[in-house]
């Protein structure tokens, strides 16, 4: 068996594949664990075949055999999106962060603040200025400038109402009414 630094290939294809593999953990995004599942696999198929296969086809047969699992690693890894789930992990652009909602997780001012968005791609957390006033910590925000990059300016929820507000909160307070009405009725019935 082929020999490197006084160890094996496949053993060091092994030692590759996991470092790796273990790489990915400090930086994800698919950019270490698919080639290093690729040399895993070879590495492991290198020990186990390692002694049936004649030393010039072994090479050969690594090669195949990271070219397979690669291809299979980058399918699985395509396939089910670990990473965000079919492309809503991460932005297009900053105007696709409009009207995106999310919460204050530092109290936002006109000079500084962040907030964390629903659905705001790989890293939710953006630095936030206020439209209006100072926002607390904890309520509820909607995005009016995604401006560029990760600063964004933010309006509290709390003070938001528009037509259809407005609509709903009048019936409430028409059946509201009436139900007082209706009560009152049989109050003097009585």
């Keep these: 068996m082929a020999e490197l ?45 390692g002694g049936l296969l004649p030393s010039a086809a072994l090479p050969l047969v690594l090669a195949a055999v990271v070219l397979a699992a690669g291809g299979a690693a980058l399918y699985v890894y395509r396939t089910f999106d670990f990473y ?16 995106k909602t999310g ?18 791609g790989f890293n939710p957390y953006y630095q936030a200025r206020a439209l209006d006033g100072d926002i607390e910590e904890g309520e509820e925000v909607i995005v009016v400038d995604p401006g560029g990059g990760n600063v964004i300016t933010v309006e509290s929820m ?10 709903l909160a009048r019936e409430r ?3 509201e009414r009436e139900s007082d009405d209706e009560r009152d009725g049989e109050s003097e019935a009585v």
């Design 5 to 49: 630094f006084g160890y094996s290939v496949p053993f060091l294809l092994i030692l590759a594949g996991a470092g790796l593999m273990v790489m990915e953990a400090f930086a994800p995004g698919a950019h270490f664990i698919v080639i290093g599942i690729a040399l895993l696999a070879a590495g492991l198929v290198g020990l186990l075949l």
């Design 84 to 99: 965000g789930g079919k492309g809503t992990g991460r932005t297009s652009d900053s105007a696709s962060l409009r009207g």
């Design 103 to 120: 919460r204050v997780t530092e109290r936002v001012t006109k000079s500084g603040g962040e907030v964390k968005l629903d659905s705001g």
């Design 158 to 167: 709390a003070g938001l109402e528009d037509d259809i507000d407005r609509e």
């Design 173 to 175: 307070t028409r059946r």
